[in-house]
């Protein structure tokens, strides 16, 4: 593949995921309009959207095997279509059920067709392993951008014409991700080789062998090196989730306007861009396992931080810049492992599954945010406990071992 055309590849992976995360990272805008409009209640809203963090991960390892089988221009089409239906729905629903179903289930399955585990897998197929990193870490800094782009813009259209025709705009948006799939519509990418590096210049690898998914999921499933991945990304969702979500109602009990909320969630959204591209650079040079605990040690500090300082906004748009600069830079270098340990066949799989585990967390930041809200008037707790999981998180990456399983695995029965 030419640099043009690898360039090509990105941006339009990048596109795609600036217009899904762009969906998602902004639903916590539509919390209190919806629970206004429909009188269910901040616990019941709040339900709805952690089903959707959990469907949005759930959605990834399933579509993400269809993706490695078919190809993913095919799944990011269906992902688009299922996304705008959901969107479009929600204003004409006005139960749990209902809001479950369009924003639990329908658009949230759809966002997770055009998401991480599909747009890295099906780059990095098509990428030698030295430009994987910077890439994943590209292609997040489109969610970001998304996120940058949208939270001011859906608020912006919430305070003067109302949520439902914000909700509408962000169906109509969602759209645009289906001619955006074209580039990637292939069935199966050209494998590059990958590489290993000697003392003097970089020679292919012996290829490794050939494995059904069955046997390569069975293979990571007792790795600890993946679980312990698993480990660090479900306190990842369990972080972004609540904040996503709850970030609203936090600005609002400091009595701060709707503008601040919205100002912060588009800061992290642009310092994530520098955190996601700084991570994917980062992790072409060091070990990603290190990346990863020094991410997640930083949001403990950094939540600590916050809890002792007054609530004003700028209080609050130094935590948007600082977290946004750890948001969602745990991608790139979970996805480099994940493809070191396993390589690049089945990625968009196994990546997938540790998005599963990064949403189960996000259904229960989402989740227990509301409840605690309802329980005790506030958020102090959810808090205490992103600070607890943060540095867990950081603590299960150190023992994690960069060295391809696989290989490794096949060379011991030799």
Not at 104 to 126: D, E, M, N, P
Not at 361 to 370: Q, S
Not at 398 to 413: D, H, N, Q, S, T
């Amino acid at each position: 593949m030419t640099p043009r055309a690898a360039w090509a590849l990105i941006l339009t992976a990048s596109a795609i995921l600036m217009i899904t995360m762009g969906a998602r990272l902004t639903s916590g805008l539509f919390l209190s309009p919806i629970n206004t409009s429909t009188g269910l209640g901040i616990a019941t809203v709040s339900f709805a959207l952690a089903i959707g963090q959990f469907m949005w991960g759930a959605a990834q390892p399933v579509f993400g095997a269809v993706a490695d089988k078919y190809g993913s221009g095919r799944v990011i089409v269906l992902g688009g279509v299922m996304l705008a239906a959901g969107l479009a729905a929600t204003p004409f629903v006005s139960s749990e059920f209902g809001l479950i179903l369009t924003m639990g289930i329908v658009s949230a399955a759809g966002a997770g067709a055009g998401s991480f585990s599909i747009l890295i897998g099906a780059t990095a197929q098509r990428l030698p392993a030295n430009k994987r990193p910077f890439a994943a870490g590209f292609i997040n800094a489109g969610g970001s951008f998304g996120q940058f782009v949208f939270a001011p813009l859906m608020q912006a259209i919430i305070a003067s014409t109302g949520w439902v025709a914000a909700m509408f705009t962000m169906a109509a948006t969602s759209l645009l991700t289906i001619p955006l799939a074209w580039p990637l519509r292939s069935r199966k990418a050209k494998p590059v080789p990958e590489l290993v590096v000697s003392e003097d210049t970089p020679v292919p690898a012996p290829a490794a062998p050939v494995l059904g998914l069955g046997e390569q999921l069975k293979i990571a499933m007792r790795d600890r090196s993946y679980l312990y991945l698993h480990l660090g990304f479900f306190t990842c969702g369990f972080h972004i989730a609540f904040l996503v979500t709850h970030l609203p109602g936090e600005v609002a009990l400091c009595n701060l306007s709707a503008g601040v909320s919205a100002t912060a969630l588009a800061l992290i959204g642009l310092f994530n861009i520098a955190g996601s591209l700084g991570a994917g650079a980062l992790s072409t040079r060091y070990r990603m396992k290190s990346i990863l605990a020094v991410t997640y040690a930083a949001r403990a500090v950094i939540i600590g931080l916050y809890l002792l300082a007054p609530k004003t906004p700028t209080t609050f748009y130094v935590l948007a810049a600082a977290l946004g600069f750890t948001w969602l830079a745990t991608v790139p270098p979970t996805a480099g492992l994940v493809g070191k340990l396993f390589g690049m066949r089945y990625l968009s799989t196994l990546f997938g599954l540790t998005l599963l585990s990064h949403q189960i967390g996000g259904f229960f930041g989402a989740w227990l945010g509301g409840l605690s809200f309802v329980t005790y008037g506030d958020y102090t707790w959810m808090w205490y406990a992103d600070i607890v999981l943060a540095i867990g998180a950081a603590l299960s990456n150190l023992p994690i071992r960069e060295a391809p399983v696989v290989r490794v695995a096949a060379a011991a029965k030799a």
